[in-house]
Every structure is written in structure tokens, then in C-alpha cells.
């Protein structure tokens, strides 16, 4: 019977172990080829205690949001710390080939990439929001990828830390670009997601049992949409400046408006109704959105 319990894999060096690799020649960073992974049946799932990079080939047909690919572009994935990733469902696929980049986060000890590294929401992201390089985007993380590869393969010496972790940050910005360049250019799928969203919204204001659930939260409308808190934040960030929270304010401001110039109810019944626990609340982030209190908003249709 297969294992479904999730195998967590502490060091880089234990991780090359369950893959059937050879030892890696750093403790913390290592670079392999994914086409010399070994299955292991009885492991469902991992978890890593540390980063993961890597791009993939030969993934045809794969999820990406609602929508399916089936031509083989360069995949590009991030794990951090924590984060669980499941087996592909029979098996690894016979095409597949590609690298896979490890690197433990006491690699980034006293540089600015340890801070820095979480702001890059993309490690954040689930299996299906994965990039898609275009040849000229994977020539050029390859290119990075290689010189990692030179100063791993040199004798470590006190520069080598520097060197590893300017080339990681330069990677790392670039990933930041092309997913910039993905949420544009695959407007389908980015479009029909923000359509998505505003109908959950939608419904969820028009609701009649917002007093007992309450505002909804980024997590809530991620988990309808079936993406990841993160993805959708940084989607509708590039697409409409805004992040999810804000688009539930705006959905939220605009239902109060409408009730506030349609119906004779209180302010304080107004904010109830909208799942308020406090009237104070939903007055400070009403005026705060449209510079006017409620009553004033009122006042002004009279």
C-alpha cells in the first residue's frame, strides 16, 4: 500500500539520498538533473526544510489555472521551506528532463537575498501556477543556472557564497519578470479568472447570510477560484494594480453604497448586515475608500 503521509526531507544531502543520487559536493546547495531521479513508490508526497528550483521538460498537457497546455514549453517551479509537493500521478513521466536547483537557507545567511527572498511571491505559488519560459526566457535562466553550476563545481573558497547568492538574486529577478510577462500575455486564462472573482463576489454580497460568515477573506476567494492565495494577488496586482483585499473592499464599498442610497437602514444595521461586527469598523474603512462617512454619502442623495 502507498504511503500517503508526507516524507519530510531536512537536508540537502538526505534529499539526494531518497532521489538515488550520489552526495552533493555542498551541504547546501546542490544542482541536479531531474532525468536521474529514482521513483520511489512507497513516497506520495515531500516536504522540503529547504528552497527548490527547477525547470522541466516533457510535462505535456499540464494544468495551468483552468486551462490546459499540451506543448512542451521550459516549466519553471519555486518551493520553499514548508511547502508540500506531491508525486506525479503514475509515476515520473519517461520525456522528462530538465534541472533541479536546492539550496538551504543558511546559504543566504548575512546577505540581503535572506531578507529579500520573501517578497518573491512566486515560492508561494501552487504546482499549477508554475511559469512557462519561452525559448529565449529558459536560454537565459540557463544561462544563470550555468554559472551557479561553475562556482559549484570550483573549490569552495570565501568567495563562493557571495558569487552563488548574486547569481540566485539575478535568477530570481528575472523569474519576477517573466511571471510579469505570463500574467499579460496569457490573458485568456488571466481574464477569466478575474471574471471568476468578481462573480464569487458578487454572490457572496448578495448573500443573505452575511451575518453569520462574515466578510470574505483572500483565502476564502482563493480557495474558489482553486488557485493559491499568493498567485491570485500577484495576477491581479500586475493586471489591475490591486491586490485581493482590495478588490473585496471595492466589492464591499460598492454593496454599502447601494444600500445606503436604496433602503432606510442605519448605518450600524447597514454594517451588520455586510458582516460587521463593529459599526465602527465598516464607517472608518467606508470613509477611508470614499473620503465621506456613510451619513454624509447618505445625505448627499437627498
Known amino acids: 500500500m502507498k504511503n500517503t503521509a508526507p516524507y519530510r526531507i531536512k537536508t540537502i544531502t538526505e534529499g539526494h539520498r531518497l532521489i538515488g543520487l550520489d552526495m552533493p559536493k555542498h551541504p547546501l546547495i546542490s544542482l541536479v538533473d531531474v532525468s536521474q531521479f529514482k521513483d520511489h513508490a512507497d513516497v506520495h508526497a515531500v516536504i522540503f526544510d529547504f528552497y527548490a528550483i527547477s525547470i522541466k521538460r516533457g510535462c505535456d498537457n499540464l494544468l495551468y489555472g483552468q486551462q490546459k497546455y499540451d506543448f512542451d514549453e521550459g516549466l519553471m517551479a519555486f518551493m520553499s521551506p514548508g511547502q508540500l509537493l506531491r508525486g506525479e500521478e503514475g509515476g515520473r513521466p519517461a520525456g522528462l528532463r530538465g534541472w533541479m536547483l536546492f539550496f538551504h537557507p543558511d546559504l543566504l545567511w548575512n546577505t540581503p537575498l535572506a ?13 499549477n501556477e508554475a511559469l512557462f519560459l519561452s525559448e529565449k526566457e529558459e536560454l537565459i535562466i540557463n544561462d544563470i543556472i550555468e554559472k551557479i553550476r561553475q562556482e559549484y563545481d570550483s573549490n569552495i573558497d570565501g568567495f563562493s557564497q557571495g558569487i552563488i547568492v548574486a547569481h540566485l538574486e539575478t535568477l530570481l529577478s528575472y523569474a519576477e519578470r517573466f511571471y510579469n510577462r505570463q500574467f499579460i500575455t496569457r490573458k485568456k486564462a488571466s481574464h477569466q479568472l478575474l471574471d471568476e472573482m468578481e462573480e464569487v463576489l458578487t454572490n457572496y454580497f448578495n448573500g443573505d447570510d452575511l451575518v453569520s460568515r462574515g466578510l470574505p477573506s483572500v483565502q476564502f476567494l482563493s480557495d474558489e477560484l482553486n488557485v493559491s492565495s499568493s498567485y491570485l494577488s500577484s495576477l491581479l ?10 478588490h473585496i473592499h471595492e466589492k464591499l464599498i460598492e454593496k454599502a453604497k447601494e444600500k445606503l442610497s436604496t433602503s432606510q437602514l442605519t448605518v450600524s444595521e447597514i454594517a451588520y448586515d455586510l458582516g460587521f461586527e463593529h459599526p465602527q469598523s465598516f464607517s472608518k474603512l467606508f470613509k477611508a475608500k470614499t473620503k465621506v462617512s456613510p451619513l454624509e454619502f447618505r445625505q448627499s442623495f437627498n
Open 115 to 127: 531578507k529579500k527572498i520573501k517578497q518573491y511571491d512566486f515560492f508561494g505559488y501552487a504546482s
Open 237 to 246: 496586482k500586475s493586471l489591475t494594480g490591486q491586490t485581493a483585499q482590495q
